[in-house]
């Protein structure tokens, strides 16, 4: 009987913790695509300037904002306004090879540890216009989920432990004569 009622328990824990995880996963990967809207809207801002269109400079060290940048056929940055060191920033050239294969290549990209972006590349001309937007608030909304989510399983665990410690009280009350 004391195992049945245990089965129980921990199957009724695992539902909850299964629920948990999934509902983890959707949030997770719904603010993760949702910080490439931005990028997709300002690609088209970026292929309405003029190629070598020199806008205001986006220090991506320090901004959580949109960036644009525009490379040439041969994977050279020629104009846009997101910064990095001084100079215009460069994704890795695979990335502007997909989007040239595939017509658009959206990534996470690190260019320095810490600094952490959501990038969206699409071909334009004979070249590649990318976009993107820090993942700082993002990530931080995540870690945020993962605590109440940690706090809900903590929660769920004390509830299981407490149903069984009860059903056993009751149990042994019916059994005392």
Known sequence: MWLRRIIIAVA???????????LYVVVQQDGRQAVEDAPRALLSAGEASSPTQQPGQV???RSLGTFWVRYDAAGRPI????YLDGSLARVPQGVLRTART???????WEPKPGLRF??????????????GQSLQRTEQR???TSLYVGG?????????????????????????P
């Open 12 to 22: 009724a824990y695992l539902l909850f913790a299964g629920g948990l995880a999934t």
């Open 118 to 131: 959501a990038v969206v590349a699409q071909p334009v001309g004979d070249g590649v216009i990318v976009a």
């Open 102 to 108: 595939l017509g658009e290549d959206a990534v996470s």
């Open 79 to 82: 104009a846009g306004d997101g």
């Open 152 to 176: 809900a399983l903590v929660a769920g665990l004390f509830v299981v432990g407490a149903a069984v410690v009860a059903d056993a009280l009751v149990a042994q009350r019916r059994l005392t």
């Open 59 to 61: 220090d991506l060290s």
């Open 142 to 144: 995540i870690e945020r």
